[in-house]
């Protein structure tokens, strides 16, 4: 039987989003994926090489079916830690432009191309609290957070078609030799979570994570003090 749903992922390398991923093909059954990645090491069709991520909107034009429902997953961004020997202004604009902007950019517009179905946006818990080692990393997410806001509050039928994933510390290439406060998730958590929902909104993964995260925002001397002994 042909799939009714294309799936792009892109940031295809990403063990958060192929997490997504799996969730999502767990909720649908048939689907047809293709994945964007910054460097190919595969012979497969589906795998789209694409060293500027905001170009995949061009790529993905090419590919829409109007027999089909698209739906995006966005999971790519920098985590750079903050230290004497880096510029913190040049890390804060780095992660800006690219853990914010460029997201934004590309959530903008697939949500206008043909057969717009679902939009999957991986954020972080870090979204919610300040961790000053990973600060640049930690005020992207707030600002991405933020702003999606601003689109759901200007759009209300994006809500029901936005999901926003906010996961706790994974054990990733992303978050290689760095060490969690307290709070972590696994990828099959992540997978469960999101085939568990078929509506739009901001979840937390676990959600328990929500209440730490809130409880974190007003303790920030608690995290300052946590974050240096860990670093």
């Given at each position: ?12 390398n990403?063990l ?26 595969s012979?497969?069709n ?9 170009d ?10 109007d027999?089909?429902k ?10 750079n ?13 780095n ?14 517009g ?5 057969n ?20 640049s ?12 806001n ?22 990733s ?13 696994t ?12 509506n ?11 209440i730490?995260v809130k409880?974190a ?8 003090k946590?974050?240096?002994k860990?670093?």
């Amino acid at each position: 039987m042909e799939s009714k749903y294309r799936v792009f992922l892109i940031g295809g390398n990403s063990l958060i989003g192929c997490a997504v991923l799996k969730g999502i093909k767990l909720r649908y059954k048939d689907v047809e994926v293709f994945k964007f990645v910054r460097k190919k090491n595969s012979l497969d069709n589906n795998i789209i090489e694409c060293k500027n991520y905001k170009d995949s909107i061009n790529k993905i034009e090419s590919l829409i079916d109007d027999d089909k429902k698209n739906i995006y997953i966005l999971s790519f961004g920098v985590l750079n830690e903050e230290n004497t020997n880096q510029d913190l202004l040049k890390n804060l604009k780095n992660h800006i432009e690219i853990n914010a902007y460029d997201t934004l950019f590309l959530m903008r517009g697939f949500k206008s191309l043909k057969n717009f179905h679902e939009i999957h946006i991986v954020s972080s818990i870090l979204s919610g609290f300040f961790r000053p080692s990973i600060g640049s990393y930690a005020i992207s997410k707030y600002i991405l957070s933020k702003t999606l806001n601003i689109e759901v509050f200007l759009n209300e039928k994006l809500k029901k078609k936005l999901f926003i994933w906010n996961p706790a510390f994974v054990e990733s290439n992303l978050n290689k030799n760095r060490k969690s406060v307290l709070i972590k998730t696994t990828s099959k958590k992540i997978t469960k979570k999101v085939s568990s929902k078929s509506n739009g909104g901001n979840y937390y993964i676990p959600s328990y994570a929500f209440i730490f995260v809130k409880v974190a925002a007003l303790l920030d001397f608690l995290i300052f003090k946590m974050d240096k002994k860990i670093n």
